[in-house]
């Protein structure tokens, strides 16, 4: 796994609940160290080994934990890069749901190395879209599902997302209902960014 999914998990773990929990997974996923290093690559068994830790040390489920850190992904400060990247992908909820379908080429010029969820969005005769999530590591459609709420929320549009399981193919299914595209004054974005 890509040392920036790992290091991703690692940050969402000490912000959100401190640096004395992320030690402590640390030591009891036995890391044999203290940092993740974003541009290395680590075997698939650690991150699957890091993610159930910190499940038992929060005392959640791991979905519940992965939903969390897509959260964290898009509404925390210190990564705003990752909101702006999904920014650029429209005006409106709406906008943003078709540019996942592109979200895999956009982030491969960035990370060439990084292995990015395939993603492919469609909108049902019912007017409801749903989102195919595919990667080698089941789970992502999890973290997928609090992207897309907080992008809601960042867009002040009112939305209903399940995670519907998993197709034969290993696709993970994600159901869309957008409700309200105006429902609530979004989050101000400026494309340029701000000098501070």
């Given at each position: 796994?890509?040392?920036?999914?790992?290091r991703a998990?690692q940050?969402?773990?000490r912000?959100?609940?401190?640096?004395?929990?992320?030690?402590?997974?640390a030591?009891?996923?036995?890391?044999?160290?203290d940092?993740?290093?974003?541009m290395?690559?680590?075997p698939?068994?650690?991150?699957?080994?890091l993610l159930?830790?910190?499940?038992?040390?929060?005392s959640?489920?791991?979905?519940a934990?992965?939903?969390?850190i897509?959260?964290?992904?898009v509404?925390?400060p210190?990564?705003?890069?990752?909101?702006?990247?999904?920014?650029?992908?429209g005006?409106?909820?709406?906008?943003?749901?078709?540019?996942?379908?592109e979200?895999?080429?956009?982030s491969?010029?960035?990370?060439?190395?990084?292995?990015?969820?395939?993603?492919?969005?469609f909108?049902?005769p019912?007017?409801?879209?749903?989102?195919?999530?595919?990667?080698?590591?089941?789970?992502?459609?999890?973290?997928m599902?609090?992207?897309?709420?907080a992008?809601?929320?960042?867009?002040?549009?009112?939305?209903?997302?399940?995670?519907?399981?998993?197709?034969?193919?290993?696709?993970?299914?994600?159901?869309?209902?957008?409700?309200?595209?105006?429902?609530?004054?979004?989050?101000?974005?400026?494309?340029?960014?701000q000098?501070?």
């Amino acid at each position: 796994m890509h040392g920036m999914i790992n290091r991703a998990i690692q940050c969402f773990l000490r912000d959100t609940y401190g640096p004395q929990i992320w030690a402590d997974v640390a030591v009891q996923a036995d890391l044999g160290f203290d940092n993740f290093e974003a541009m290395l690559n680590y075997p698939d068994g650690i991150t699957i080994k890091l993610l159930a830790t910190a499940a038992r040390n929060l005392s959640k489920p791991v979905d519940a934990m992965l939903e969390d850190i897509g959260t964290y992904l898009v509404s925390h400060p210190n990564v705003e890069a990752i909101r702006r990247l999904l920014r650029f992908g429209g005006n409106e909820y709406r906008e943003f749901l078709f540019s996942l379908n592109e979200i895999e080429g956009r982030s491969r010029l960035a990370l060439p190395d990084l292995e990015v969820p395939k993603l492919e969005i469609f909108e049902n005769p019912d007017g409801t879209h749903t989102l195919t999530c595919l990667h080698s590591m089941p789970g992502f459609g999890y973290a997928m599902v609090g992207v897309m709420r907080a992008m809601a929320d960042d867009y002040g549009a009112l939305v209903f997302l399940e995670h519907q399981g998993w197709r034969d193919s290993g696709e993970e299914i994600i159901n869309i209902q957008l409700l309200e595209e105006c429902f609530a004054e979004g989050r101000s974005f400026d494309l340029s960014a701000q000098a501070v």
